[in-house]
C-alpha cells in the first residue's frame, strides 16, 4: 500500500532536500517560514521529522555542541532515497490533481 | 543565570519526552530564543525561551503518546489489564484480607480506637497496592519498554500515577459485600484470565520501536 505524506510532510522533506547538509531544527523551520510564511513550533517539526523518520524517509545525525545552543548538540536530518521517492510521488499525486486547473504550474515536477 | 521559569520548562519538557530528542529540540529553542530576543535583556530571552517550549507542548506531548501507543495491540492493552487485575487481587485477596485484622490486633494492642485501626489498615492497604502496582509494571516491562521507560524517566508523571493510586486506596469506600463487590470479583477473574491468554500468546519479535525504522512498520 502507498504511503501517502501530509502537507507538512512533504513541505519538511522538501526544506530538507533544499538544505542538504545543514538541515537541522532550526534552519529547517527558517527555511519553512522564509518560503511559505508558515510558522511551526519546533516541537510540531520534531513530531513530523519522527514521523518521517519511522517511516526511513529521514535519517539524524548528531552534531556539534555550540556555546549558542547552551552547549547543545544540534541533531541533523537527511532525507533517504525512499524520502525522495515519496516526495516525488506526492509532487506527481499533486500535479496530476492541480495541472490543467486555470492559472496553476502546468510544467510536470521531476 | 537562568530564571526559575526557565528550569520548569526544561523539566517539563524532559518530563514530557524523555528521549534524546529533547535534548536537540532544547539546544533549538536556546538558538531560537538567543536570535530573536534582545541580547542585553536576559528578562526577554528567557520569556521567548518558556514561551517556546510551551508552544512546542502539545505536538511533543502528541510525539510522545504516539511512541507510546504507535506499539499498542491487543496483547499490549490485556497486559496492562492483567497487571491492574494483580494490583486489585492483591488488594482484595491479600491486603483486604490481612490488614484489617493485623490493624485491629495493633489497634487493640495500643489500645487504639476504630478509627485509628482504620486509619492503619488504609495505610497498609496503599501502601501494598502501590508495591503491587510498581512490581507488575515492572514485569510487564519486559514486554512493554517503551511505557517503562517512559515512567522511569518521567518522575512527574510516576509520582502522580502513584499518588492517584493511593489517594484511590485511602477514599474508598469498604466494599466488604453486595452486587458491586461480586461483579467486581468476576471482572476482575475474566480480564486476568483473557489477560493470561495474551500473554501465552505474546510474541516480542514482532513488536520493534518505530525508532527502529522501516522494520518497524512491517
Same mark, same amino acid.
Given at each position: 500500500m502507498a504511503n501517502y505524506l501530509g502537507e507538512f510532510e512533504i513541505i519538511v522533506l522538501a526544506a530538507l532536500v533544499r538544505l542538504g #547538509? #545543514?538541515?537541522?531544527g532550526v534552519s529547517i523551520n527558517d527555511e519553512i517560514e522564509s518560503r511559505t510564511g508558515r510558522t511551526s513550533s519546533v516541537g510540531a517539526l520534531y513530531t513530523t521529522l519522527s514521523r518521517l523518520s519511522a517511516k526511513g524517509y529521514v535519517r539524524s545525525r548528531l552534531g556539534e555542541a555550540t556555546p549558542q545552543r547552551g552547549g547543545r548538540a544540534k541533531k541533523y536530518f537527511e532525507i533517504t532515497s525512499e524520502g525522495l521517492a515519496s516526495l516525488e510521488q506526492s509532487a506527481r499525486v499533486l500535479h496530476g490533481m492541480? !495541472? !490543467?486547473?486555470? !492559472?496553476?504550474?502546468q510544467k510536470a515536477p521531476g | 543565570m537562568r530564571q526559575a521559569p526557565v528550569h520548569i520548562a526544561q523539566f517539563l519538557l524532559k518530563t514530557i519526552l524523555p528521549t534524546e530528542d529533547a535534548e536537540a529540540i532544547l539546544g533549538d529553542i536556546e538558538e531560537i530564543a538567543e536570535s530573536k530576543? =534582545?541580547?542585553?535583556?536576559p528578562l526577554h530571552r528567557d520569556a521567548v525561551y518558556v514561551y517556546e517550549v510551551l508552544r512546542s507542548m502539545p505536538a511533543l506531548a502528541l510525539r510522545n503518546a504516539e511512541l507510546a501507543l504507535g506499539r499498542i495491540d491487543t496483547g499490549h492493552v490485556l497486559l496492562l489489564a492483567l497487571s491492574i487485575a494483580f494490583v486489585i487481587l492483591w488488594e482484595r485477596g491479600i491486603a483486604h484480607v490481612y490488614a484489617w485484622p493485623l490493624s485491629q490486633a495493633t489497634g487493640d494492642l495500643l489500645g487504639l480506637g476504630a478509627l485509628h485501626a482504620c486509619r492503619w489498615s488504609y495505610i497498609f492497604l496503599s501502601v501494598s497496592g502501590l508495591i503491587a502496582w510498581l512490581v507488575t509494571l515492572r514485569a510487564s516491562a519486559a514486554y512493554w519498554p517503551v511505557l517503562w521507560k517512559w515512567l522511569g524517566t518521567a518522575p512527574l508523571l510516576s509520582v502522580l500515577c502513584g499518588c492517584a493510586l493511593a489517594v484511590y486506596f485511602m477514599i474508598r %469506600? =469498604?466494599?466488604? =459485600?453486595?452486587l458491586l463487590h461480586r461483579c467486581f470479583h468476576i471482572l476482575t477473574t475474566v480480564i486476568a484470565g483473557v489477560a493470561m491468554y495474551s500473554v501465552c500468546r505474546?510474541? %516480542?519479535?514482532?513488536h520493534v520501536r518505530p525508532s527502529d525504522g522501516p522494520a518497524a512498520n512491517t
Amino acid at each position: 500500500m502507498a504511503n501517502y505524506l501530509g502537507e507538512f510532510e512533504i513541505i519538511v522533506l522538501a526544506a530538507l532536500v533544499r538544505l542538504g #547538509d #545543514d538541515a537541522y531544527g532550526v534552519s529547517i523551520n527558517d527555511e519553512i517560514e522564509s518560503r511559505t510564511g508558515r510558522t511551526s513550533s519546533v516541537g510540531a517539526l520534531y513530531t513530523t521529522l519522527s514521523r518521517l523518520s519511522a517511516k526511513g524517509y529521514v535519517r539524524s545525525r548528531l552534531g556539534e555542541a555550540t556555546p549558542q545552543r547552551g552547549g547543545r548538540a544540534k541533531k541533523y536530518f537527511e532525507i533517504t532515497s525512499e524520502g525522495l521517492a515519496s516526495l516525488e510521488q506526492s509532487a506527481r499525486v499533486l500535479h496530476g490533481m492541480l !495541472g !490543467g486547473i486555470a !492559472g496553476w504550474p502546468q510544467k510536470a515536477p521531476g | 543565570m537562568r530564571q526559575a521559569p526557565v528550569h520548569i520548562a526544561q523539566f517539563l519538557l524532559k518530563t514530557i519526552l524523555p528521549t534524546e530528542d529533547a535534548e536537540a529540540i532544547l539546544g533549538d529553542i536556546e538558538e531560537i530564543a538567543e536570535s530573536k530576543s =534582545d541580547a542585553k535583556n536576559p528578562l526577554h530571552r528567557d520569556a521567548v525561551y518558556v514561551y517556546e517550549v510551551l508552544r512546542s507542548m502539545p505536538a511533543l506531548a502528541l510525539r510522545n503518546a504516539e511512541l507510546a501507543l504507535g506499539r499498542i495491540d491487543t496483547g499490549h492493552v490485556l497486559l496492562l489489564a492483567l497487571s491492574i487485575a494483580f494490583v486489585i487481587l492483591w488488594e482484595r485477596g491479600i491486603a483486604h484480607v490481612y490488614a484489617w485484622p493485623l490493624s485491629q490486633a495493633t489497634g487493640d494492642l495500643l489500645g487504639l480506637g476504630a478509627l485509628h485501626a482504620c486509619r492503619w489498615s488504609y495505610i497498609f492497604l496503599s501502601v501494598s497496592g502501590l508495591i503491587a502496582w510498581l512490581v507488575t509494571l515492572r514485569a510487564s516491562a519486559a514486554y512493554w519498554p517503551v511505557l517503562w521507560k517512559w515512567l522511569g524517566t518521567a518522575p512527574l508523571l510516576s509520582v502522580l500515577c502513584g499518588c492517584a493510586l493511593a489517594v484511590y486506596f485511602m477514599i474508598r %469506600p =469498604d466494599p466488604t =459485600d453486595g452486587l458491586l463487590h461480586r461483579c467486581f470479583h468476576i471482572l476482575t477473574t475474566v480480564i486476568a484470565g483473557v489477560a493470561m491468554y495474551s500473554v501465552c500468546r505474546f510474541n %516480542p519479535e514482532r513488536h520493534v520501536r518505530p525508532s527502529d525504522g522501516p522494520a518497524a512498520n512491517t
